[in-house]
């Protein structure tokens, strides 16, 4: 059996399947991994949602930004951008089914017999893998409890952008969403820069790549990540796996084999 990490699929089902083909993937056999963002700007999200819905081995996912994004959409809490490909699955019999199954999803996954931790964007300095797994239980319990609507309502926003153990209700909850499924940049005292998606070097004075602060307390950890394309999945921190390679920009969706270590890729269909 061999676990495969998926990089941000965004809706890219035919790269997803090439990808497949690619690995030789058994569904009975293999299991797949997602770091995230499995629907939005790309063609075919979906079908992209039914295929990992369905596969008999069951998979495991972190939630990124645009999943939960159509949640809230989904929910009528949130209004559709205008950049938002998400009218199939709104408009979709199972649309309901489906979101209810995304909802069931984490945050954070830590796998200790492969000795590997999975977050869509990343974690801060301060939080060691106990502190980030407790936060992912708080907000699973708001995302798939009666608190649901309201904790839609709150998520949206950039504010607070630094952390204290102290932050109260939403604004507690907030900051964690946007540093499980947002970040990129922050500072070593875990203020987030939530506005920078460019490559290492064009970040504001003061803030750093969240794998690059010195003394973070899950350094020890080997971490699986997307959301950052700008990175094009090249980084030289030893056990950090950045997988979004831009797929949905034109670049490449990535495989990970957690075994073995390699990679596997193919090209995009879409023009950049």
Same mark, same amino acid.
């Given at each position: ?14 790269? #997803?399947?090439?990808? +497949? *083909?690619?690995? !030789?993937?058994?569904? /009975?056999?293999?299991? =797949?991994? $997602? ?62 089914? #489906?979101?209810?199954? +995304? *909802?069931?999803? !984490?945050?954070?996954? /830590?796998?200790?017999? =492969?000795? $590997? ?156």
């Amino acid at each position: 059996m061999a676990t495969y990490a998926i990089g941000d699929v965004q809706g890219c089902y035919d790269e #997803l399947q090439a990808l +497949l *083909a690619k690995i !030789h993937f058994d569904p /009975h056999v293999d299991q =797949l991994w $997602f770091v995230g963002d499995l629907v939005n700007r790309g063609p075919k999200s979906l079908d992209v949602l039914r295929f990992i819905k369905q596969l008999p081995k069951p998979a495991v996912i972190t939630l990124g930004n645009h999943d939960l994004h159509l949640l809230a959409v989904a929910a009528g809490v949130q209004s559709k951008s205008a950049k938002d490909t998400l009218d199939e699955i709104l408009q979709a019999d199972d649309c309901e089914q #489906l979101c209810s199954w +995304l *909802a069931q999803q !984490h945050l954070v996954y /830590h796998d200790a017999t =492969l000795g $590997f931790t999975m977050v869509h964007a990343g974690l801060i300095p301060q939080w060691d893998l106990a502190t980030a797994l407790t936060l992912n239980q708080e907000i699973e319990y708001l995302l798939q409890g009666n608190a649901r609507h309201d904790f839609f309502k709150h998520m949206y926003g950039d504010q607070p952008d630094t952390w204290n153990d102290d932050l109260p209700g939403w604004e507690r909850a907030r900051f964690i969403i946007n540093c499980f499924t947002r970040i990129r940049y922050c500072t070593p005292a875990s203020k987030l820069d939530l506005a920078t998606k460019t490559p290492i070097g064009t970040q504001p004075q003061g803030f750093l790549p969240w794998f690059k602060i010195p003394d973070r307390q899950h350094k020890s950890l080997q971490i699986l990540f997307g959301h950052w394309a700008s990175l094009e999945g090249k980084i030289d921190e030893p056990n950090v796996y950045a997988l979004d390679t831009g797929c949905v920009w034109g670049g490449w969706l990535t495989a990970l084999c957690l075994q073995t270590k390699e990679k596997f890729q193919v090209k995009s269909n879409l023009k950049k």
